[in-house]
């Protein structure tokens, strides 16, 4: 029986729920291992950079084999290379601050977890930490909240104006959120702050397991939580970001909502998220051994693949949750952000204040919301992306030339996005490597930069080998 996916719906007043988990739960069961020839035609359909229906992602979803998973593996690489190019967006996340209403069973700043040291940043503390990852080359940051009255709209677009106002050694230029969901008021609030992507994640789209895991607390409303990003669209918030936290339950339903949840979005408002998000359970304080569901590296690994091949003008973030070499390897697999230097602590970038706990020393979990499992720092990260031929990307150019939210639709779904993303990443590889990258990184990094310089066409080639002699010179913020 072939499965169609039903019309999507703008939530009405009482904020019904687009997700159908009967729907989604009958096509992840029929038919069994697709075969070839089936696999082949969605693999078609994306390859024409096509959106795919629920149907054609959960036929991808059911491949078991190796041989059918290395077809999917294989069309995702090529995929993000046709949309994004080589470069890969780095980015780093800023605790602002940790104090909790909601008690969700995974997360170590629960309001029940008494060992969790609570923190909220003062303006002098967030300055100095934002000064520090000025001074290590970061651009983009994404400052995380708990969910408590005290960061209220106001309060998050105060910090947003503080971050973009500090200059030190270098300077941030878009700041992105990953915080409580709020009323259209509210997003309104933040939005007039300059923002850049508002991050909110489903953590499940299964609304019996999530009642589970949030067992107290604003969070445990799931309507309120899914439409959030339809309140956020409507307050005029250009790019948005879901996430779905794989181990909560079964990875293929998550994968399978975040589809339909990306393709609501861009039927009810004309643009799909800016982001998606697939972190993986990791230890946290007081987490119960043996509580949520092990998902192994193969499928998690298939996981990413299919969402590039369903959705492919999102861009898609992997975390520091995973382990150097695995990240390494999954950023082949349709990647186009992650974040590097991570450090979880609040005030833990800083060494005038908190620990100041080094990157890749032992983490404090009473002090932090989880494992961090890939502890590299920046340069570290780039070294490696380097060696590995992606170009490490500090772009913001398309946010600050207004290529965001159906600008940036109809450029990354037409496949043309790519002509912005390897010239603008050449030219902010060269920035850092400039001013901030030792000198055997930075000859690298040059070289880098010039192998890649062929694959532009000749005009523009031309221009960003003069932009790269001007940076070269000591001119700085060169957008295309």
């Given at each position: ?69 290395q077809m999917i593996f294989e069309a995702a690489g090529e995929l993000k290379r046709r949309v994004y190019g080589e470069r890969i967006v780095i980015f780093a996340p800023l605790y602002v601050g940790n104090r909790c209403t909601n008690n ?377």
């Open positions: 029986m072939i499965f169609e996916p039903q019309k999507y719906a703008i939530p009405d007043e009482s904020g019904k729920p687009f997700i159908d988990p009967a729907e989604i739960r009958t096509l992840l069961a029929a038919n069994g291992e697709p075969s070839v020839a089936e696999t082949e035609r969605v693999l078609a359909r994306s390859a024409e950079l096509h959106r795919l229906t629920l149907a054609e992602t959960a036929v991808l979803l059911r491949a078991r084999t190796p041989e059918l998973r969700c069973a995974y997360c170590g700043f629960r309001a029940s977890n008494r060992e969790a040291v609570r923190v909220t940043l003062a303006p002098e503390q967030l300055r100095a930490e934002v000064e520090t990852l000025e001074s290590q080359g970061q651009r983009r940051l994404i400052l995380v909240w708990g969910e408590h009255p005290d960061y209220s709209p106001r309060a998050i677009a105060d910090a947003v104006r503080q971050v973009y106002s500090v200059r030190g050694a270098g300077r941030i230029n878009r700041v992105n959120i990953n915080a409580a969901p709020l009323d259209t008021e509210g997003f309104r609030v933040v939005r007039e702050a300059g923002i850049g992507t508002y991050q909110i994640f489903q953590e499940t789209y299964d609304p019996e397991r999530y009642a589970e895991v949030h067992p107290s607390g604003r969070k445990r409303d799931f309507d309120w939580r899914l439409t959030a990003l339809d309140r956020a669209m409507e307050a005029g918030v250009d790019d948005v970001g879901l996430g779905a936290l794989v181990g909560l339950g079964d990875w293929r339903y998550e994968a399978m909502a975040l589809v339909r949840h990306a393709n609501h979005l861009e039927a009810c408002f004309g643009v799909g998220p800016h982001t998606i998000s697939f972190p993986r359970i990791r230890s946290a304080s007081g987490l119960a051994s043996g509580a949520f569901r092990e998902v192994d590296d193969e499928d998690f690994a298939l996981l990413i693949a299919v969402l590039r091949l369903a959705v492919p003008y999102t861009g898609l973030i992997l975390t520091a949750r995973e382990p150097q070499q695995l990240r390494d390897r999954l950023i082949g697999l349709g990647v186009s952000q992650i974040d590097a230097g991570t450090r979880l602590e609040i005030g833990g970038y800083s060494s005038s204040f908190g620990a100041g706990v080094a990157v890749g020393g032992r983490q404090d979990l009473h002090r932090e919301q989880f494992e961090l499992m890939d502890t590299r720092s920046l340069s570290e990260s780039v070294s490696t992306l380097i060696d590995a031929g992606q170009i490490p990307s500090f772009c913001t150019a398309c946010y600050r030339k207004g290529r965001t939210g159906e600008h940036f639709m109809e450029f990354s779904t037409r496949g043309f996005i790519k002509r912005f993303c390897t010239p603008n990443a050449l030219l902010t590889l060269a920035e850092y490597l400039e001013d901030y990258a030792p000198a055997e990184l930075r000859s690298r990094g040059w070289r880098l930069i010039d192998s890649k310089l062929t694959s532009i066409d000749e005009g523009l080639r031309r221009e960003v080998s003069s932009a790269l002699e001007l940076i070269r010179a000591g001119e700085r913020e060169m957008l295309l």
